[in-house]
């Protein structure tokens, strides 16, 4: 009998590893479901953006670009992962504002940045 073992799914990056036009890219990917109210174009687009970064999402997985206010972190992960810190200062954007986990353990935001 053999084993088979998927490999390990991937639910980071970093921006700066993107080439530019891959970051052109994910980036108006993350502007499309920025704006869109519509539940099949935003998974779609999130589908599309994390493929872009490497990443490995199926609909209904979120992605989020690190918006740390304290340093450069350019880390796009998976909104799921465990550890994240929301910014409370969300709108108007659809798309949330999360510290990735080491910028929330090192230096969380606080309602004052």
């Known amino acids: 009998m053999s084993v088979f073992t998927l490999p390990a799914r991937k639910n980071t990056a970093h921006y700066g590893d993107l080439t530019p036009t891959q970051q052109q890219h994910f980036d108006q990917l993350m502007e499309q479901a920025d704006g869109t109210r519509i539940s ?5 687009l999130m589908v599309g953006a994390a493929a872009i970064a490497g990443l490995t999402a199926h609909l209904g997985d979120e992605i989020a670009l690190c918006a740390c206010p ?4 350019d880390t796009i992960f998976d909104t799921a992962l ?11 954007y659809g798309l949330a504002r999360l510290q990735c986990q080491d910028c929330a353990d090192d230096h969380r935001a606080t309602e004052d940045d």
């Open 40 to 44: 099949d174009e935003y998974n779609a």
């Open 82 to 92: 465990p550890g994240l810190y929301s910014l409370v200062a969300t709108s108007p």
């Open 70 to 73: 304290h340093c450069r972190c």
